[in-house]
Structure formats: C-alpha cells, structure tokens
C-alpha cells in the first residue's frame, strides 16, 4: 500500500482537481487520503457547496478517502492552513507522500526555498526589508533574492508554490516521515477569471455557479448534479449571512475586535472605524483593505467574529481526525490507521462524546460552525444537522 495524501478545499471540485488526483496514480499512489476544508474556507468565506457534496465528488473522482480540515485550520492564512492539514495526514501514521499542485512543479527548489526561510540569515534580512516598510509578502521575496537569486524569488509569487512551501516547512515542523511531492499545475492560474481548455480557476466556476453561467464544461461530468442541486443559493452565500455579520460586528468593541484572530498592527482599529461606517460587507473590506492587509485576511477577520473565534481560543493542532467519507480502497486506510493513527478517529458525533474532553469541545465547535453555515443555504436547515449526517461510503 503506498499511501498519497493531499490537502485541499474542492470548492468546487473541477477538472483540474480530478487530472491532480490522477497524475498522483501515476506518481505511484496506490491509496489517496484527502484532508478537505468543511463548511468555511481559507479565503474567509462559506464554500459554496456543502461539504457531504464536495466528499461525493472527490470520492467519484480519484479520491479514497477524505477527512475533514477543522474550520479554526482552514478559515485561516497559508501558514496555519497547512499545519493543520500536514497535522492530520501525518497523525494517521499511514501516509507516504504529501502531493500538492505547484505552478513551478520542482518539488527541490521548493525544499530548499522552505529551509531557506528557517535560516538566521533569512530572519536578519527579512527584518532589514520590513524596517524599510515593506509589507510582509514583499519583504520575504526581497529577502530570498538576496540570499538565493531570482530564480528562488519568483516561486514566492505564485499562489500554490507559496501554499507548497507551506506545506513542507509544516512536514519540518511536525518531524513528519511524509515526503513532499509537487505536481504541476496545467490550465488556469489560481484565481484566473480566463479558462483555458476545459480547465478553469475554482473563483472563476464559483462565479458562474452565482451568476447562472454554464459551468459544466469545467468540471466532471458526475459533479454537475452536485453544482445545480437545490442546496446552493440564488445570491452569493456571503450575502446571505451579511446581516448576521453586520449585527456581530456592530455589537463588537475595539477590544472585541483586537481578540481575533489574525488581528495585529492596529487592524482592529481600522475594522472598528469600518464597520461604524459601513452599511454592507463590501464596504467595510474596502475600506479597511490597504497595502499592509490583503482582502483575504480580512474576510478571514470578519469570519472569525461572526463564527466566535478568538486567539486564545485558537487550538493549536488538531485534536481529532473527522472521517467525512471513503471508498473500498478509503477503508484499507483506515484499517492500516486504526494500529497507526496518533490521534482518535470519529466516524460519528457518539465518538466524539465517548472521548470528550478537547476533542468534545473542539467537535462541538465544528457543528457550531456547521450551523451557522446552514443559514446561507436556500431553505435554512435546523441546528444539528453534524450530528445526524451519515459519513458517505462509495
């Protein structure tokens, strides 16, 4: 058995999601785990679709088995979001090889750019660039360029290169036994508003799923039920918690807002003077955006407030491992985990309550989040809904 893991979102899974997942049996995987952002995702919004529908279409897809990113891991930076999902694959004591797509593909230079930013003389530098003003992504490149030239420079200016040196400098800090693996990106750059071929970014199939656009050329044949079922909205999901956000955020003081998450070099104060003089959430991000905050981590920001989370109560690892679904070949690794896995499985919320304690308070977190979310589907479901869905088995 020669176990593949990956980390991803799949909102929506596309085309380019199933060639990753095939170039990764090429590659040698025998067995494919998934970790897979739930309800909320990294770019600080709702996925828009539910995630028993997107563990459907990765299991008819490629995929073995798929288990769930926690929200407090997948509703954050690069950084964070990698830690949590390298943390999950490796505690399942099984996996092999971590792959991950990359625009560059060059799984060495990825290394050694990642080991690079461990070093003394990366710290030394970095902090020279900031001092001049720089914003952190800025000062990070400058610095790797005066260390290592262009050529190692230029991978910090792409979306998943970054996401792929996350990854590693999360396998480093985990002493994990997974070996990264990069595949290289075919088609649309991430986040491109231009498909190329049958391939498109997943921003630009979100904004044909809400604007009514015919989507179906850019994803597999039997993921197109999933993207037209009666469970996605008629207006973006964002839109349909606005007034929920707004109401969070306007009972929220500065120091409210300066417990959150991600929150740091006055942003709170920025916020603060943003929501006061704002009447929907598009104005509050523009307003509060600027060359030192990008747009994503502020909706991050907003989606911690209106979800509860603070710094403090930010767990540091995962303390459980959620199955969401699995096929024939899932259930082979699951077996192998069940003498292997360095944290408990849940099947089911019974589970969680027989082990209580962190991992109690941590799954009842998710079903909070769960619910929440449920309030940006088209006819809003009850409270609970975590605690009654089966895990789907192909």
């Known amino acids: 058995m020669n176990v593949y893991g990956a980390i991803c979102e799949f909102n929506p899974f596309h085309n380019g999601h199933k060639y990753?997942?095939?170039q990764m049996r090429i590659l040698g995987a025998t067995h494919i785990a998934v970790c897979m952002s739930g309800s909320f995702t990294q770019r600080g919004e709702p996925a828009v679709i539910g995630k028993y529908d997107r563990v459907r279409a990765a299991l008819s897809n490629g995929a073995d088995l798929v288990l769930e990113l926690p929200v407090s891991f997948a509703c954050a930076g690069a950084e964070r979001f990698a830690l949590g999902g390298v943390s999950i694959l490796d505690s399942l004591g099984c996996v092999d090889t971590l792959s991950f797509g990359s625009e560059s593909g060059d799984t060495a230079a990825l290394i050694n750019t990642a080991r690079l930013l461990y070093s003394q003389d990366f710290s030394d530098s970095l902090r020279k660039h900031l001092s001049q003003g720089m914003t952190f992504a800025s000062a990070r490149e400058q610095a790797v360029k005066e260390l290592c030239g262009e050529s190692a420079a230029a991978l910090l200016r792409d979306a998943n290169n970054i996401l792929g040196i996350e990854y590693i400098k999360a396998l480093i800090n985990t002493d994990s036994r997974i070996k990264p693996l990069a595949?290289?990106?075919?088609?649309?750059?991430?986040?491109?508003?231009i498909a190329s071929g049958n391939i498109a970014s997943a921003s630009f199939i979100r904004e044909g799923i809400y604007s009514g656009a015919d989507i179906s050329p850019y994803v597999p044949e039997n993921t197109v039920g999933f993207l037209r079922s009666e469970s996605i909205?008629?207006?973006?999901?964002?839109?349909?918690?606005?007034?929920?956000?707004?109401?969070?955020?306007?009972?929220?003081?500065?120091?409210?807002?300066?417990?959150?998450?991600?929150?740091?070099?006055?942003?709170?104060?920025?916020?603060?003077?943003?929501?006061?003089?704002?009447?929907?959430?598009?104005?509050?991000?523009?307003?509060t955006k600027c060359?030192?905050?990008t747009m994503a981590r502020i909706r991050r920001c907003l989606m911690y407030a209106l979800l509860y989370m603070t710094k403090e109560?930010?767990?540091?690892?995962?303390?459980?491992?959620?199955?969401?679904?699995?096929?024939?070949?899932?259930?082979?690794?699951?077996?192998?985990a069940r003498d292997s896995s360095a944290l408990p499985v849940i099947m089911k919320s019974s589970d969680a309550k027989k082990i209580?304690?962190?991992?109690?308070?941590?799954?009842e977190k998710e079903c909070f989040c769960d619910d929440i979310y449920a309030l940006t589907d088209k006819k809003i479901s009850v409270c609970g809904q975590n605690y009654t869905v089966n895990t789907v088995i192909l």
């Open 313 to 336: 109560g930010l767990p540091k690892k995962p303390s459980y491992i959620r199955v969401l679904g699995f096929n024939a070949r899932g259930r082979e690794i699951l077996r192998a």
């Open 291 to 293: 060359k030192r905050y």
């Open 20 to 22: 990753f997942l095939e």
């Open 183 to 193: 595949v290289k990106r075919r088609g649309s750059a991430h986040d491109s508003s």
């Open 356 to 363: 209580g304690g962190a991992v109690l308070t941590d799954f």
């Open 233 to 287: 909205p008629e207006i973006n999901r964002m839109k349909s918690i606005e007034g929920a956000l707004l109401y969070r955020l306007r009972t929220m003081s500065v120091d409210d807002l300066s417990a959150l998450p991600d929150i740091s070099e006055g942003l709170h104060n920025r916020l603060y003077s943003a929501v006061r003089d704002s009447v929907s959430v598009e104005e509050i991000l523009r307003k």
